[in-house]
């Protein structure tokens, strides 16, 4: 594995990101939250995951403190220019053959914005803990194949907005009682079960199980 650290300018901002590279035909984009980030347990088995199966993982590091003091619209506008570059930049520069998303919080704003792309219609596309009445309209318009998983105790829930995402060819999980970071309170074992069980669901929409 070769792990390649590289940039791009977006509107003045130099936006950077982590290319792991295991000389495959399959890339997976990480897209952090504001501050879940890489290193954090759904991040850190997902990439283990996409690695143990020497897929190709770009992690993007496009939040920057600027975005906080911008207006929602702004910052959203923004958000979805970095990712969108970063993303055009590598499937430009590398031939895959698949590509996969997996996003987390404020990731899943930009993320959802890539639904639309015409090159990404086979793409597969996993929404962790989504900012629900921001990304369902464009999460219910989409086609594509993956996975959304929030808990009933995070505070972006909405009944009304995940029942919009119900058109989607999305698998939705709801975790009873899992907050924004998918813990279960402080109830250790019991948050550690949610783990387990979302990263067999993030596997299982993403890509065939390794065999025994």
Known sequence: MHIEQSSIVVDQTTVSYDHFQMGSKQVCFLIS?????????YFYYSRMALLARDIDVICIHYVTEDLFSMSDTESNTCM????????SEVLATHTYENVQFIAKSLGTIPLAALLAKPSLQTARFVFLTPVLTEVA?????SSQGGLLVIGTADKFYDEAALETCRTSQLTIDIMEGANHSLDQGFEVDQSLAVLGRVVRQIEASLFEPLPK
């Open 137 to 141: 309209e464009q999460i219910a318009n």
């Open 80 to 87: 979805t220019r970095r990712v969108d570059a970063v993303v």
């Open 33 to 41: 939250g504001a501050s879940y980030l890489y290193d954090h347990p």
